[in-house]
């Protein structure tokens, strides 16, 4: 009988270094699941890749499941179990259908209850639907996470409150700054998380804002609804000296602002 597997590598265990060592990068992302579906035992598959949790989600023929796994996530970002497996955590049939209804209703979040968890889920299954990965009980599985979060948020009041990472940036921006409004605020990516803070900063007051992002149409899409200024990560460490606060989001392998850039700006 096949079984339902998920394992997953999150901010509950693992820290930011071992986090990023197995990220899937989006551009990546198709030859992985390909990689994945090819894998020995491996029926169906999808990826789910955050800042916060990296998860193999799969349908596994034989009853090794958690090696195949923790073998092909090691084995794809070049890093040794050792130094991988404390950080694991495993979940099979019954009790990956609830981890999965967790993560989808954001119960499972760093930030408790923040809904941008369950778009990227659903980016998650529409590139393994697309690449061809999914079997029946696979979209079955999705489809119940799914339709499991959008009645927690209908019938409970999770989503009462404006709750996310971007969310909570600003606000521990305001704890630390008296007037958040009088203050440059410099925004690194142009994805969703970036939108979520420009606008929240957008409510509190700040006119100040510069979006940098490797391609500048990108930020250009955010700065034009709320006047803030595009630049380019090229041109971005010559106005860093001109930020009270950065809020950074991108998909970047590796730290965008280091050490010796602060030093320079400052």
Same mark, same amino acid.
């Given at each position: 009988?096949?079984?339902?597997?998920?394992?997953?590598?999150?901010?509950?265990?693992?820290?930011?270094?071992?986090?990023?060592?197995?990220? #899937? %990068?989006?551009?990546?992302?198709?030859? %992985?699941?390909?990689? #994945?579906?090819?894998?020995? &035992?491996?029926?169906?598959?999808?990826?789910?890749?955050?800042?916060?949790?990296?998860?193999?989600?799969?349908?596994?023929?034989?009853?090794?499941?958690?090696?195949?796994?923790?073998?092909?996530?090691?084995?794809?970002?070049?890093?040794?179990?050792?130094?991988?497996?404390?950080?694991?955590?495993?979940?099979?049939?019954?009790?990956? !259908?609830?981890?999965?209804?967790?993560?989808?209703?954001?119960?499972?979040?760093?930030?408790? &209850?923040?809904?941008?968890?369950?778009?990227?889920?659903?980016?998650?299954?529409?590139?393994?639907?697309? !690449? &061809?990965?999914?079997?029946?009980?696979?979209?079955?599985?999705?489809?119940?996470?799914?339709?499991?979060?959008?009645?927690?948020?209908?019938?409970?009041?999770?989503?009462?409150?404006?709750?996310?990472?971007?969310?909570?940036?600003? *606000?521990?921006?305001?704890?630390?700054?008296?007037?958040?409004?009088?203050?440059?605020?410099?925004?690194?990516?142009?994805?969703?998380?970036?939108?979520?803070?420009?606008?929240?900063?957008?409510?509190?007051?700040?006119?100040?804002?510069?979006?940098?992002?490797?391609?500048?149409?990108?930020?250009?899409?955010?700065?034009?609804?709320?006047?803030?200024?595009?630049?380019?990560?090229?041109? #971005?460490?010559?106005?860093?000296?001109?930020?009270?606060?950065?809020?950074?989001?991108?998909?970047?392998? !590796?730290?965008?602002? &280091? *050490?010796?850039?602060?030093?320079?700006?400052?």
């Amino acid at each position: 009988m096949p079984h339902i597997a998920i394992l997953s590598v999150n901010h509950q265990l693992a820290p930011v270094e071992v986090r990023e060592k197995v990220a #899937f %990068a989006s551009n990546e992302l198709n030859n %992985a699941l390909e990689q #994945f579906k090819n894998t020995n &035992g491996v029926e169906a598959c999808a990826i789910l890749s955050t800042c916060n949790r990296s998860e193999v989600y799969a349908i596994i023929s034989t009853d090794n499941a958690q090696e195949i796994l923790s073998e092909y996530l090691a084995n794809t970002h070049h890093i040794k179990r050792s130094e991988l497996d404390p950080y694991l955590s495993y979940f099979e049939n019954d009790d990956a !259908v609830k981890h999965i209804c967790h993560v989808a209703t954001g119960l499972d979040s760093l930030v408790l &209850g923040e809904p941008q968890i369950l778009g990227q889920l659903k980016d998650a299954y529409h590139a393994a639907k697309e !690449v &061809g990965t999914l079997n029946k009980l696979l979209e079955k599985l999705f489809q119940h996470a799914f339709s499991t979060a959008k009645k927690v948020r209908t019938d409970t009041e999770i989503g009462s409150s404006p709750v996310s990472v971007a969310y909570c940036a600003v *606000k521990l921006s305001e704890k630390i700054f008296a007037d958040l409004a009088e203050q440059t605020v410099m925004l690194i990516g142009a994805g969703e998380m970036i939108e979520l803070c420009a606008q929240h900063l957008n409510q509190k007051g700040v006119n100040n804002m510069i979006v940098a992002n490797r391609t500048v149409e990108n930020a250009e899409k955010i700065a034009s609804l709320y006047g803030a200024r595009a630049v380019s990560l090229k041109q #971005f460490s010559n106005l860093l000296h001109e930020a009270d606060i950065i809020i950074s989001s991108t998909a970047a392998s !590796v730290p965008i602002i &280091g *050490k010796g850039l602060v030093e320079t700006a400052l």
